[in-house]
């Protein structure tokens, strides 16, 4: 069965520094892997997807995550954080069965 | 309708008392989640619908939790005597396939007193 880590609960960020959030998955097949961002009251939203194409996918708000075999992992950064970026990241892998939602990593950015 | 909608918004029960969440998807989605998300915590799966498929209803709490989903269309959690740990935000997701992209509910919050 997949599952997916996210290693750290917290991360704290001044802003116009680089964002790393990072995201270990556990899978059988060829997963497709997701970064979702929920922010303070809001609605899940889809900040980027990878599905088997090019391992380096670019996402929405200048997100972008990274596919590594190799490493097990899907990291995803930012290369300058902005205020608006402060909101909880869930990394969600799926192979062929149901996705399975990492347990979020709470990101506060710092003025 | 545009997105995906849930009722009610906000639901406040007392312990011991029954509650139906509904969830409406986007037309066209074969693949229904429930997830339950509590206070300060991640998302945690509940069940998942696809199609006329048996529901994977693993992660169902206890014998309480139930849910029922007619086709593709509505989906309704029911919880049976309700605790206070049930208290969280309960969101619906659909997706156009398994692996596609979920889109959303705002999420229904309950709250157990």
């Known amino acids: 069965a997949q599952s997916v880590t996210q290693l750290d609960s917290h991360v704290s960020v001044s802003e116009g520094t680089p964002v790393l959030l990072r995201c270990n998955y556990s899978s059988s097949y060829s997963p497709s892997l997701f970064w979702y961002v929920q922010h303070p009251n809001k609605g899940l939203q889809l900040l980027l997807k990878y599905t088997s194409a090019a391992t380096l996918v670019k996402g929405i708000n200048g997100f972008e995550a990274e596919f590594k075999k190799s490493e097990t992992s899907f990291h995803l950064t930012k290369p300058s954080a902005h205020m608006s970026d402060a909101a909880e990241y869930f990394c969600?892998?799926?192979?062929?069965?149901?996705?399975?939602f990492g347990a979020g990593t709470i990101l506060r950015v710092k003025s | 309708g545009a997105g995906v909608s849930q009722s009610p918004s906000n639901k406040v029960t007392e312990k011991g008392k029954d509650v139906e969440l509904r969830c409406d998807p986007i037309s066209g989605h074969t693949a229904l989640y429930w997830y339950r998300q509590r206070l300060g915590q991640g998302l945690e799966f509940l069940i998942y619908f696809q199609g006329n498929s048996a529901p994977d209803k693993s992660g169902l709490p206890s014998d309480r939790f139930s849910a029922e989903r007619t086709g593709e269309s509505v989906s309704t959690l029911t919880i049976q005597r309700t605790q206070q740990e049930d208290s969280a935000v309960y969101l619906c997701?659909?997706?156009?396939?398994?692996?596609?992209?979920?889109?959303f509910g705002e999420g229904s919050r309950l709250t157990v007193l």
């Open positions: 997701a659909s997706s156009l396939r398994v692996t596609g992209e979920l889109f």
């Open positions: 969600v892998v799926s192979d062929l069965d149901k996705l399975v």
